[in-house]
């Protein structure tokens, strides 16, 4: 049996916290066996529809990043408003980043910084429904539930849940963010979770009495593959099964494993966050479509000098590695970095020198995916409340990654009460990027 244990931590000013465990071999989801899930999930996927061989990696700010101190420091603002952090030059002429991002800025010009998202909910649960789905959700506040798809179950769901050349999941999950399921189009569409144990499962188990140690057991399934291939048997297979063992015993799980890496690309990314992101880029190698991280604490209601400048350099460091790794391997055209979070933070700083919750105006920052990089979108008021220039919403991110992937905006499923419903209703892809 493959096990594979889930565990997920995160905790913002709602205390929330959370924690899975899944089983692939006799699985225990509705009684299916993997190649069944693996079938449900690939019928699924819509018939006769060219796939682009596109990934997304998701970076989630998790508690809501302030605006200000990250991407937009507008240091001619008055001391209450501007960046507590300064800024610091980037390689665009004219652009500046807070003063915890050296490391970004000398990327930038790999990177685009939308200074005009916004939207209406300022809560943790109800932002995230929005970032996370494309729609607004008040309930999710006061123990509702989600009711909409997230991008990544989408993209599962478009795609087929598992690539069919390297088994590798479609959507993969390295941390628990809020929302980021599948609501109504079911569990086959939701992420892979490898988090914490699982990352040591991904390996067939069996009994010391049967198999003296590790090295044994590699033994026993190097022999397995030889004696499968000779007697046919993979070729045997139905195309599920075959997918099945080829996630198990294939070079999925590999993709997973660091000391599969080069030890320098290893210390270029850091530890922590860059760790992630580094798993996360050989995801995206090995036919992972979607992928998501969550890099919490960012829920800044005091101090928020002292705790961006704890928290930012680690984000730094890995995001420049990611965006400079992957334009080096030549993969810019194909892998999407976004990272957001719930929402922005107040203009003004509070009476703890901290920022609150603010909806209305907050930023992104996106590398690679084939769009226009190098430029600054958007613009802020000179209060740095609200958008000085129109509006970016949560539907046209969603739209201008759809893009990204292939997927159409007018993508339609039923819901729980048999009706179609458009993924994407009013979001259109952000005009400068595409």
Not at 137 to 154: E, F, K, Q, V, Y
Not at 237 to 253: C, K, M, T
Request: net charge positive.
């Amino acid at each position: 049996m493959l096990q594979v244990n889930c565990g997920r931590r995160s905790r913002s000013c709602d205390g929330a916290t959370r924690r899975d465990f899944l089983k692939v071999g006799s699985l225990g989801l509705a009684g299916l066996s993997l190649p069944q899930l693996l079938a449900t999930r690939a019928n699924a996927a819509q018939d006769g529809k060219a796939i682009k061989d596109t990934s997304v990696v998701w970076l989630f700010l998790g508690g809501g990043p302030t605006h200000v101190e990250t991407f937009d420091p507008k240091m001619t603002a008055p001391s209450e408003l501007r960046s507590a952090t300064g800024e610091v030059a980037t390689s665009l002429p004219g652009v500046t980043l807070g003063g915890t991002f050296p490391k970004m800025g000398a990327v930038a010009d790999k990177m685009a910084f939308v200074r005009s998202f916004a939207h209406r909910n300022s809560g943790h649960g109800g932002g995230t429904h929005w970032l996370m789905t494309g729609y607004d959700n008040r309930m999710i506040d006061n123990g509702g539930l989600p009711t909409r798809p997230s991008l990544g179950a989408i993209t599962a769901r478009v795609r087929g849940a598992n690539h069919p050349v390297t088994g590798m999941p479609t959507y993969v999950r390295l941390n628990n963010i809020g929302a980021d399921g599948p609501a109504f189009l079911g569990t086959p569409f939701a992420p892979f979770d490898p988090n914490g144990q699982a990352s040591k499962n991904l390996t067939l188990t069996t009994k010391e009495d049967r198999l003296g140690d590790r090295r044994e057991l590699l033994k026993e399934l190097d022999r397995f593959r030889k004696d499968a291939d000779a007697s046919g048997l993979m070729n045997g297979l139905s195309a599920f099964e075959s997918q099945a063992f080829n996630l198990i015993l294939g070079s999925a799980p590999e993709a997973f494993n660091l000391k599969k890496e080069d030890a320098k690309t290893v210390d270029r990314y850091g530890k922590g966050l860059g760790q992630q992101m580094l798993v996360a880029r050989r995801l995206c190698e090995a036919g992972c479509g979607f992928v998501t991280i969550n890099y919490g604490g960012w829920d800044m209601h005091g101090q928020i000098e002292q705790s961006m400048k704890r928290r930012g350099p680690e984000l730094d460091q890995s995001v420049a590695a990611f965006v400079q790794d992957i334009a080096e391997r030549g993969m810019s055209e194909n892998v999407l970095l976004v990272i957001t979070g719930e929402f922005g933070r107040t203009p003004r700083i509070n009476k703890n020198a901290g920022r609150d919750h603010w909806a209305p105006l907050s930023t992104l920052a996106l590398a690679g995916g084939g769009l226009k990089m190098g430029q600054v979108v958007g613009e802020s008021s000179a209060k740095l409340d609200v958008p000085k220039s129109k509006p970016i919403g949560p539907q046209d991110l969603m739209a201008t990654v759809f893009h990204v992937l292939g997927i159409d905006t007018k993508t339609q499923f039923t819901n729980p009460q048999g009706r179609p419903v458009n993924m994407v209703e009013e979001g259109h892809t952000i005009p400068e990027l595409v």
